[in-house]
């Protein structure tokens, strides 16, 4: 367990020198957008002396460093800064819009993973057979399939036409039914050909058939002796799909309304809100960074031959 822990504590300390390079290339990707930021907030009508009071107040009159150093030491303190929009704090304005990314987010791999697994599983056993390739074909199609084209099919055909389900918003228990759906199509795909690919590695060794030799059920064999092992890849996949779902929800919030930091950082970008976009961009980037810490440790408990 201390190879363990000081594997962890580097992991932090790398992953706090991550944290400072995103940090650099935020603010620099969004000093050399084009237009200039006060005059979007100010408006048309706004008059030069307006926008040159505006741009004081946004402190964009300074220099990069300065910025940049107003940035990071807010940041230090636990301070992202204040929305140009809405004059709220930027860690509220996150803080509001989280729970609902992170929802989605969540049961989208929770679909993801189920679907994933068990359909990597049943074409793994029954490989090179039509369940098989049907499975490998629908897999393919949701890898390749665009997530803002899928959610406005999906959209046409059970909202639109059947009815059956909300188009757009959260105000009602179904309607995180297709957005879910929507985002976990390329988690499913990905988890699912990483089972098959595993678990066929993993049935062609020699414990897996002495096993069968013995005598054990099918479904032992296969749980206990198959994706047990082959779950390390598996769950790798899973962790950086989720990971990618927060990051991804922001065209599936975009398509279906939903009320989320993905459909915000749409916003705030179109806004020039800067201090908004880097604020969304560091949780991101934060959240990558836990989970690679919590998948090393899974790792350890997945598989106790693994040492660190």
Do not use: C
């Not at 107003?70 to 940041?75: A, C, D, E, L, N």
């Amino acid at each position: 367990m201390k190879g363990t822990a000081a594997h962890i504590v580097r992991t932090l300390l790398l992953s706090l020198i991550t944290l400072f390079g995103v940090s650099i290339l935020i603010f620099l990707m969004l000093r050399v957008l084009p237009g200039d930021p006060a005059r979007v907030l100010a408006g048309l009508n706004a008059s030069e002396e307006q926008v040159a009071r505006l741009r004081a107040e946004l402190g964009l009159d300074e220099s990069l460093l300065a910025q940049y150093w107003s940035f990071i030491t807010g940041v230090l303190t636990g301070d992202l800064g204040t929305s140009a929009r809405t004059s709220a704090p930027v860690a509220s304005e996150i803080g509001v819009r989280l729970p609902a990314t992170l929802i989605l987010a969540v049961v989208a791999t929770i679909i993801g993973t189920i679907a994933g697994v068990t359909a990597g599983v049943v074409a793994a056993v029954r490989r090179n057979s039509i369940v098989d390739h049907v499975i490998s074909s629908v897999a393919m199609m949701g890898v390749s399939m665009p997530v803002y084209w899928l959610g406005l099919l999906l959209i046409l055909l059970f909202a639109v036409t059947l009815g059956w389900l909300p188009a757009a918003g959260s105000g009602e228990p179904l309607s995180i039914v297709l957005p879910a759906v929507t985002l976990a199509a390329f988690s499913t795909a990905l988890i699912s050909r990483m089972t098959r690919a595993s678990m066929l590695e993993v049935l062609g060794q020699d414990y897996v058939r002495t096993a069968e030799a013995k005598g054990a059920p099918p479904t032992t064999v296969i749980i206990r002796h198959g994706l047990r092992n082959a779950f390390i890849p598996i769950l790798t996949v899973i962790s950086l799909q989720f990971g990618a779902l927060l990051g991804g929800a922001v065209l599936t919030e975009t398509v279906f309304g939903w009320p989320g930091i993905g459909r915000l950082l749409v916003d705030s970008i179109g806004a020039r809100d800067f201090a908004v976009v880097q604020g969304i961009v560091l949780v991101y980037a934060a959240a990558f960074i836990l989970l690679n810490v919590i998948v090393d440790v899974l790792y350890v408990v997945v598989d106790p031959r693994i040492r660190y």
